[in-house]
């Protein structure tokens, strides 16, 4: 089971990045998929999810019509689309696969992860 985290980088406040995950080795379009993300001496928190329906996508209060989560089951892929980045969004953000059939912000819920990617927003 693999999955790639790309796209990060360092960008100015008010920057939109896209950040996208390349899965392999297991079930794609049976999976719910997330991004999850950690600060530096703070806890791994939920951004967004997506079942594997590709409905309901669920999202933290404090990215809300900021982020968009999409996939792509033909590439067994999982994107995060974010605008009007803010310092507090720097973080390693990683993506992450469950079983279950909801967006789960729990991440001892999923089953397996990618390796992060890190976004630094500063200006």
């Known amino acids: 089971v693999q999955l790639q985290a790309s796209g990060g980088g360092l960008v100015q406040p008010g920057a939109s990045l896209r950040l996208a995950c390349a899965t392999s080795g297991f079930r794609f379009g049976d999976h719910t998929m997330a991004w999850f993300r950690q600060a530096p001496g703070k806890e791994r928190e939920f951004v967004a999810g997506i079942p594997a329906t590709g409905y309901n996508a669920a999202y933290s209060d404090s990215v809300m019509d900021r982020f968009s989560i999409s996939r792509d089951d033909a590439e067994n892929s999982v994107y995060l689309q974010m605008h009007n980045l803010l310092p507090k969004d720097s973080a390693v953000y990683y993506c992450?696969?469950?079983?279950?059939?909801?967006?789960?912000?729990?991440?001892?819920?999923?089953?397996?992860w990618g390796q992060g990617t890190l976004v630094t927003v500063s200006s």
């Open positions: 992450a696969a469950t079983s279950y059939i909801y967006a789960l912000r729990e991440a001892p819920a999923y089953d397996y």
